[in-house]
């Protein structure tokens, strides 16, 4: 019995050294990969610059990521401009679309680069042409602008009904993350109250521009607005309301 005992207890032994080598054995993969980059290296219609590619997470790590695309006048950095924040779980692939407007001839550089889990990956550098500026019209109006702790808000209006309109903020204070959006479309004399998502490195009162158009360039406004927080109350009403919000649709 004294044998057998002993017997069983090297076994036992022997299994949960097994288990615990496989339990280090097993790591956590972080990885992305792109999969069909376009973008269009000639603008010539007024459009603007568009750069498309799926973003696929083949690793064992969930995160969150987005795609920031920096353009260039030979060396000299022109304008930084960022998609949305996305969730990627492990095998999951997301489509982003990220929108420069374009308002100068002449050849350009941009640089796109994907940032994930406290990581950046590289996806290209490439050349463009913007042979002719067309002006869009403009039939777009910007009201109420607001700036909360995290987002900045205002009411938009038409006077036409249109599809496929890009609101994208340029000249966001350097170190900051903010965020570009797309509307699939808008009615006449609709008003649409539109919410961007800014990430400050420091805070400080700035100044941004709020550039809408429609995806073929043939409609579009530009507007400055400062960036100054609204006041203690104004955040908590706005903080409520969101909360609010989001838990009404447990209901």
């Given at each position: ?14 299994s949960?050294?097994?288990a615990?080598f ?15 980059l ?15 590619f799926?973003?696929?997470n083949?690793?064992s ?17 022109l304008?930084?401009?960022?998609s ?27 640089r796109?680069?994907?940032?994930y ?39 938009l ?7 496929n ?6 000249n ?12 699939d ?6 008003t649409?109250?539109i919410?961007?998502?800014y ?16 995806e073929d360039?043939?409609?579009?406004t ?7 927080k ?18 009404s649709?447990?209901?």
């Amino acid at each position: 019995m004294k044998i057998l005992s002993l017997i069983i207890v090297i076994l036992l032994l022997q299994s949960v050294a097994y288990a615990q080598f496989i339990g280090v054995g097993v790591s956590e993969v972080l990885k992305t990969e792109v999969l069909g980059l376009e973008y269009n290296s000639l603008i010539e219609n007024g459009e603007p610059l568009k750069v498309s590619f799926e973003l696929s997470n083949i690793g064992s790590v969930g995160y969150r990521a987005r795609v920031r695309l920096n353009i260039y006048n030979r060396t000299n950095l022109l304008q930084t401009v960022w998609s949305s924040e996305e969730n990627l779980p492990p095998g999951i692939g997301y489509h982003f679309n990220v929108y420069y407007p374009v308002n100068s001839e002449g050849k350009f550089k941009a640089r796109v680069r994907v940032y994930y889990a406290n990581e950046i990956e590289e996806v290209k550098s490439f050349d463009f042409q913007v042979k002719k500026i067309i002006s869009p019209k403009n039939t777009f109006y910007i009201t109420n602008f607001r700036t909360y702790k995290e987002e900045v808000e205002f009411n938009l209006r038409s006077n036409e009904t249109l599809e496929n309109i890009l609101i994208v903020p340029t000249n966001c204070p350097t170190g900051w993350v903010c965020e570009q959006k797309k509307l699939d479309g808008i009615k006449e004399n609709e008003t649409k109250k539109i919410s961007l998502f800014y990430n400050p490195s420091l805070w400080k009162e700035s100044g941004i521009t709020i550039n809408i158009f429609t995806e073929d360039g043939k409609y579009g406004t530009t507007e400055t607005f400062v960036m100054k927080k609204v006041g203690f109350l104004s955040q908590f009403l706005h903080d409520f309301s969101k909360l609010f919000k989001d838990f009404s649709i447990f209901l």
